[in-house]
């Protein structure tokens, strides 16, 4: 095994660090990276931290940060061999994170960490008493690491810097700024002050369905790459990375592999959030309370298609994008929703409702309404089925949020229950929601395949 960081082989420079070291950076940012540096002289290598997991790392420098990364769908597979990543790192090294980051020749930071890991939460509150101590630990949490890493280039007079956000979050560009610099401002104003100057935070929309990969699937990269892989990836065909913000430093030439650069990423951000989420939202709920398990064997289902296929029209209403470009999104989407070959579980979608409804569905009708537009029954339909796997299947549920709910639903009347699933997703309970979803409810009785 190699111990040190760095690749046994002459690789691409260390240019590019990465946060949340995962499959999905490894099916997205260092491909997008792979086939930028393949269509240029300029070459732009990884290096990646991990988590608090360490066996990837482990893994990766047993085969010299190589991987295979497997394109599957219904027509066949095809293997490419990733090598982008050129070095690899623990979380908890704090020394070597610093190193990095305040390395002149490193130009951004691009970071996969999920919603939670920009909480300024209890752990954020002891990585800031051990940035006042400034003693050289490592830091937990996502801003922590950040700003630690940012002092260390201030300090290194290594000039400026870009922080690229790449999780589905909204204005998760805009998100990072504020944590970053009100972490930072508590610590040293002046840093906030060196970050507001020297740090550009850029906001992106990332796609790419990664699911996780399977013992066989090393057998497959081998058959198709012709090495030996212990982990391998395995993603759709389809791939997509729309970014909005500054690289003061430079980068690679991601639009060699299709990303675009956009000025206003709102539009691109609601158009995934409630075309690609909110189906997939939907789906897992109606999708399970008929009967099935995966996204495909769900659109399979000539009813639940015809509610997407709604969910979907009444979503285009309110997205400020052309008619060509939602098109093109939806067309995308029933290809990639119809994909046997990427096993897309529906229990795992629904996991987390309380969080992601308000934002993937309960803002479109919002938005509707303000629009004079009728709320939408697709919509609610997917309020309605959630309300049902709450209330009659708590075996399916995965939601600290809605934890309490399954009990107080089966002792009210059906009224009373839309209102205690409202008052948690949409307190403000806009105009003719709960008439909605109380129809919807009567709608969705009759097509369970588990009637209680």
Request: hydrophobic fraction near 45%; aromatic fraction near 6%; proline fraction near 4%.
């Amino acid at each position: 095994m190699t111990n040190d960081h760095t690749a046994t082989t002459t690789r691409a420079p260390v240019r590019i660090a990465h946060l949340g070291l995962g499959a999905f950076h490894r099916a997205h940012q260092a491909w997008y990276t792979h086939v930028a540096n393949g269509a240029s002289d300029e070459q732009w290598g990884i290096e990646a931290f991990s988590g608090r997991r360490t066996e990837l790392v482990d893994a990766l420098r047993e085969q010299d940060f190589r991987y295979t990364l497997i394109v599957r769908d219904s027509d066949g597979e095809s293997a490419t061999r990733i090598d982008s990543i050129v070095a690899a790192a623990y979380g908890d090294d704090g020394a070597r994170w610093r190193d990095v980051i305040a390395d002149p020749a490193v130009a951004l930071l691009t970071m996969t960490i999920t919603e939670a890991g920009y909480a300024l939460d209890v752990a954020v509150e002891c990585d800031k008493n051990a940035l006042v101590a400034d003693d050289g630990a490592a830091m937990v949490t996502a801003p922590g690491r950040i700003v630690d890493g940012l002092r260390a280039r201030s300090r290194a007079h290594a000039g400026p810097f870009a922080i690229v956000s790449c999780d589905n979050l909204p204005r998760n560009g805009v998100v990072t700024h504020d944590v970053v610099v009100s972490l930072a401002a508590q610590v040293d104003r002046g840093l906030a002050e060196w970050i507001e100057r020297n740090v550009s935070f850029v906001s992106s929309v990332v796609d790419r369905i990664t699911p996780g990969a399977t013992p066989d699937d090393s057998s497959t990269a081998l058959a198709l790459a012709g090495h030996s892989d212990a982990i391998p990836v395995v993603t759709e065909p389809f791939s997509e990375w729309i970014l909005s913000g500054e690289f003061p430093a430079g980068r690679p030439h991601w639009e060699s592999g299709g990303a675009r650069f956009v000025d206003n990423i709102e539009a691109f951000e609601n158009r995934k959030l409630w075309l690609l989420n909110g189906a997939h939202s939907l789906l897992a709920y109606v999708g399970t309370l008929r009967g099935h398990d995966t996204v495909d064997e769900a659109m399979n289902d000539e009813w639940c298609r015809e509610r997407v296929e709604q969910l979907w029209a009444e979503a285009r209403d309110v997205i400020e994008l052309n008619e060509s470009e939602l098109d093109a999104a939806v067309e995308a989407l029933r290809a990639r929703f119809a994909n046997s070959s990427i096993r897309h579980l529906l229990l795992q979608i629904a996991a987390d409702g309380s969080q992601k409804l308000p934002s993937r569905i309960v803002e479109v009708q919002r938005r509707r309404l303000a629009a004079g537009l009728p709320i939408g029954a697709a919509g609610a339909l997917a309020i309605a089925a959630w309300l049902t796997h709450l209330r009659d299947h708590p075996e399916w549920v995965s939601d600290v949020r809605a934890s309490g709910l399954h009990d107080q639903l089966i002792h009210s009347d059906g009224g009373a229950q839309v209102e205690l699933i409202l008052d948690l997703i949409a307190p403000d309970k806009s105009h003719g929601l709960s008439t909605a979803v109380s129809e919807a409810l009567a709608e969705l009785a009759p097509h369970r395949k588990d009637p209680s």
